[in-house]
């Protein structure tokens, strides 16, 4: 078929989105602009930057209507953006950088991510020694692996190789980190149903995540790793190549945090992760960029979550996020709140878990004092 855009490159086809995407693309964005949405998506997607941004295709193929089609499915959506490859964060550059500085507190174009510090995890105290406020603490980091492109592009072949290269990197380690691999392919829907429920094993059809469609040849590729004490797991194959999770019962962030040290310095010998100069490690949310971790702790503050929205406030000041029980988009039971690290960019990993146990240790200080005081 001959090129109908005029472009320097030599054909629309191989260098620029095919005209009939960028024609869903023209009726999506109409249809995303009348929804009012709120998200970073609808906010930062000018007509202007649209108007270059959707001829754009990257060399593993992937367009804007790859990125963007949750928050064209899901209007609802609050960021409404993934990146569907490693190169997306660039070649759709000035709409990601717009989004990522708006998440990550004020990330300008001119910042770059430092290098990599795991600190000294022994500076960290309990975040509770009485055990009254937290119930369990969890931290967890995004992976990819280098030359993939993620969930949007990935062929059923390339989910299997990331399965194969992940399992095999994660049984060599050693200690307490030896654990078995389950494939999702051999498990029983009760069994899933358990794991979940007990907060090991991620969700499934979360809708945001279908319309960037994430779920393609499900379950074929996708398992969770875990250690007989389910301490130390990774998921393989969710919303990111991989999720690394570091979680115990109590308040104990030391203990936490050094076993999620320990074993991604370990599976980095023999994983090598995507990487970018600018944003650190990439993952397919731009929300996990960076450090890509989020530390949270199960915690029940009856005092000062009775007003949810002035709390919610409070932990915007303190650049923490307040989620469900069931994690992320799931109601509050019980009154336990999942309460973590809102930014995972722009600083390192120990600057991360120290603005999390700064800010968790302010929100149990109210609570002990008997209400907000911000
Ligand atoms: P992610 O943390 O990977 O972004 P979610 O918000 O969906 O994803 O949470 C995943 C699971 O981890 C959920 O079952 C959630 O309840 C559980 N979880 C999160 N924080 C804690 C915690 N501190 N203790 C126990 N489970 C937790
Ligand atoms: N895409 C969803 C939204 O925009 C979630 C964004 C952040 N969460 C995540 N799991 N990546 O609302």
């Known amino acids: 078929m001959g090129c109908t855009i005029k472009c320097d490159n030599i054909c629309c086809g191989k260098s620029h989105a095919h005209p009939d995407v960028v024609k869903q693309l023209n009726c999506k964005f109409r249809l995303l602009r009348l929804s009012g949405s709120p998200s970073l998506l609808n906010k930062h997607l000018t007509p202007e930057r649209f108007q270059v941004l959707k001829w754009k295709k990257t060399n593993y193929g992937m367009t804007l209507l790859d990125c963007a089609q949750t928050a064209f499915e899901n209007p609802d959506s609050s960021v409404g953006l993934y990146?569907?490859?490693?190169?997306?964060?660039?070649?759709?550059?000035?709409?990601?950088?717009?989004?990522?500085?708006?998440?990550?507190?004020?990330?300008?174009?001119?910042?770059?991510?430092?290098?990599?510090?795991?600190?000294?995890?022994?500076?960290?105290?309990?975040?509770?020694?009485?055990?009254?406020?937290?119930?369990?603490?969890?931290?967890?980091?995004?992976?990819?692996?280098?030359?993939?492109?993620?969930?949007?592009?990935?062929?059923?072949?390339?989910?299997?190789?990331?399965?194969?290269?992940v399992v095999d990197a994660l049984t060599r380690l050693e200690g307490d980190l030896k654990g078995q691999y389950v494939g999702l392919i051999n498990m029983t829907p009760d069994e899933i149903e358990k794991m979940i429920n007990d907060h090991i094993l991620y969700k499934e059809g979360d809708r945001f995540l279908n319309a960037a469609r994430a779920y393609r040849f499900w379950p074929e590729g996708r398992g969770y790793f875990y250690n007989p004490d389910k301490t130390f797991i990774v998921w393989v194959n969710e919303e990111d190549h991989m999720r690394i999770i570091s979680l115990q019962e109590g308040g104990n962030l030391a203990e936490v945090y050094q076993r999620l040290a320990d074993a991604v310095t370990d599976l980095s010998y023999c994983l090598e992760f995507e990487k970018h100069e600018r944003f650190g490690y990439l993952s397919m949310c731009p929300t996990n960029i960076g450090t890509g971790i989020r530390a949270s702790v199960h915690i029940k503050l009856p005092n000062i979550s009775e007003d949810m929205e002035k709390l919610k406030e409070v932990a915007k000041v303190l650049n923490l996020q307040i989620r469900g029980t069931g994690g992320e988009h799931t109601e509050s039971q019980g009154g336990v709140l999942d309460i973590s690290n809102k930014r995972r960019l722009g600083i390192t990993e120990i600057e991360v878990i120290r603005e999390m146990n700064n800010g968790i240790q302010q929100l149990i200080a109210m609570e002990k004092s008997g209400g907000i005081t911000m």
Not at 134 to 146: E, G, P, Y
């Open 83 to 165: 990146a569907a490859c490693p190169e997306s964060y660039d070649v759709f550059g000035d709409l990601f950088d717009e989004v990522i500085m708006e998440y990550h507190g004020d990330f300008k174009k001119s910042f770059i991510h430092p290098p990599m510090d795991w600190g000294d995890a022994s500076e960290l105290q309990n975040i509770d020694p009485d055990g009254k406020y937290v119930i369990s603490t969890r931290v967890r980091t995004a992976r990819s692996l280098k030359g993939y492109p993620f969930n949007p592009g990935l062929t059923e072949d390339q989910y299997l190789e990331i399965e194969d290269k």
